[in-house]
């Protein structure tokens, strides 16, 4: 039986490899001590360097809070802040950091890394009747990043701050009448990451609750920091959320350490003297924060021939792509007043899946441009990646794989094309034979 080690043959691939585009919240720090907060608040993301943020916006969704637990608000939900990331871009080390500069002055652009791009608040933030200000210290908080969303008036996006997204308080932002009135048109908006918390008994509105921290009995978060980004939970604890961040209290600027005691993050992963790094990864001592892998696009941490089967599927594909939804209006067991309305077809991971795949070859457009879909030229560019002998992705190569690569061929499974050029044929069984004896 053949059998040889995967992963060494892997790292060698993934370190010469082609561009990623995804694009996630990396840090947001949103109460830190002191009676000026303003001086050091930010939001920061991740992405491919030189990613360019048009079209994209970040806001900060408040859920009210109900303090004294009988189902009715004592603070309504509310857009808090609102901000429209067109003319920038991911900075040349992959984060961009957005600051509150709304006092005239702060701390964040003397603490970022060379590389980093920044923005303001006061730059980004939707025209409104209102100014931008502080992020709000209180209630539940969710963040979300969007890409399409309805085009409203009065100020070109309905999506603004003081608007209030959730008028019945479902915990959802409104949609169809009698909700989405003129001037406030939120759904639907194709959501490429979120994250949420609660406080005071407040709402959340992530498409998943995965994406949002469980709860931290005995305080709010200041701040919260991202270690992984994962297609799954890999547990104990009860949400995907819960092993991406840390999230914590803060004891004072400028270390912007997490309190002892008051921070939780990924299992297993200690968190003395961890603190918030505007304009760096998040890393103290042993942390180390995930990076993004090159042709990983289902976000299991390896690239592999999943990922190249996943590629396969979405040829053709692009960012826009759409679907068709049924909306239940909050009342599953009275289908009397869903509708079905159309929708974007990619969102969250699944979004930044689709747009990395896309930047597998650059040049695959017209003019040597990357092309505006999935194509052929970006699925075959994998497999520059991947060791197509281990079939089963187990990390060994031995005769399961070859067996499993047989009756994929013979079965038709567009999968079997390991060469590269959309056909499956017998060219491709003799690129896997090659492979396997050679055991990638």
């Known amino acids: 039986m053949l059998s040889k080690s995967v992963p060494a043959v892997l790292a060698l691939t993934i370190l010469c490899g082609?561009?990623?585009?995804?694009?996630?919240?990396?840090?947001?720090?949103?109460?830190?001590?002191?009676?000026?907060?303003e001086y050091w608040e930010y939001i920061e993301l991740y992405g491919y360097p030189g990613a360019s943020l048009d079209g994209y916006l970040i806001a900060l969704l408040k859920g009210g809070a109900d303090l004294n637990?009988?189902?009715?608000?004592?603070?309504?939900?509310?857009?808090?802040?609102?901000?429209?990331?067109?003319?920038?871009?991911?900075?040349?080390?992959?984060?961009?950091?957005?600051?509150?500069?709304?006092?005239?002055?702060?701390?964040?652009?003397?603490?970022?890394?060379?590389?980093?791009t920044l923005g303001t608040f006061t730059h980004a933030h939707v025209p409104t009747i209102d100014t931008p200000g502080k992020l709000g210290n209180d209630d539940s908080s969710t963040y979300v990043l969007v890409r399409r969303r309805p085009a409203d008036q009065p100020f070109g996006t309905?999506?603004?701050k003081d608007i209030d997204p959730d008028v019945n308080w479902d915990s959802r932002v409104d949609f169809g009448p009698p909700y989405q009135t003129w001037g406030k048109k939120l759904e639907p908006y194709q959501m490429v990451d979120d994250i949420a918390w609660s406080n005071n008994a407040g709402k959340e509105y992530v498409r998943s609750s995965q994406d949002e921290i469980s709860d931290?009995?005995?305080?709010?978060?200041?701040?919260?920091?991202?270690?992984?980004?994962?297609?799954t939970n890999p547990g104990p604890q009860p949400r995907r959320a819960d092993e991406e961040w840390v999230r914590g209290d803060v004891v004072s600027v400028p270390d912007n350490l997490y309190q002892a005691g008051r921070v939780h993050g990924p299992t297993g992963v200690n968190l003395t003297?961890?603190?918030?790094?505007?304009?760096?990864?998040?890393?103290?001592?042993?942390?180390?924060?995930?990076?993004?892998?090159?042709?990983?696009?289902?976000?299991?941490?390896?690239?592999?021939?999943?990922?190249h089967c996943l590629a396969v599927s979405l040829l053709g594909t692009t960012l826009d792509d759409e679907a068709e939804y049924v909306h239940d209006n909050g009342t599953k067991d009275d289908p009397s007043d869903d509708f079905v309305y159309t929708g974007w077809k990619w969102q969250g991971r699944a979004f930044n899946g689709v747009h990395a795949l896309?930047?597998?070859?650059?040049?695959?457009?017209?003019?040597?441009t990357n092309a505006d879909r999935v194509t052929q030229a970006d699925v075959a560019a994998i497999l520059a990646?991947?060791?197509?002998?281990?079939?089963?992705?187990?990390?060994?190569?031995?005769?399961?794989?070859?067996?499993?690569?047989?009756?994929?061929f013979t079965g038709g499974d567009p999968c079997a094309d390991v060469d590269g050029n959309g056909i499956v044929n017998t060219i491709d069984v003799l690129t896997f034979l090659n492979a396997f004896v050679g055991g990638c």
Do not use: K
Request: aromatic share 12%.
């Open 273 to 307: 003297g961890f603190g918030l790094t505007p304009g760096h990864f998040n890393e103290r001592g042993s942390v180390t924060q995930f990076r993004f892998v090159t042709g990983d696009i289902n976000f299991d941490g390896v690239t592999n021939r999943l990922d």
């Open 18 to 37: 082609a561009t990623h585009a995804q694009v996630v919240i990396n840090e947001v720090y949103e109460n830190p001590p002191g009676s000026i907060d």
């Open 385 to 408: 990646h991947i060791c197509i002998a281990d079939w089963n992705a187990d990390g060994v190569v031995n005769t399961l794989d070859f067996i499993g690569y047989l009756n994929a």
């Open 69 to 116: 637990g009988d189902g009715i608000p004592d603070r309504a939900s509310e857009i808090d802040e609102c901000f429209a990331l067109d003319g920038y871009s991911i900075g040349s080390n992959g984060l961009f950091v957005l600051y509150n500069d709304i006092l005239g002055f702060s701390f964040i652009p003397d603490l970022v890394a060379p590389g980093t």
């Open 158 to 160: 309905s999506w603004r």
């Open 358 to 368: 896309m930047h597998m070859d650059v040049n695959d457009g017209a003019g040597f």
């Open 216 to 231: 931290t009995p005995g305080y709010n978060p200041d701040g919260i920091s991202r270690l992984a980004y994962r297609a």
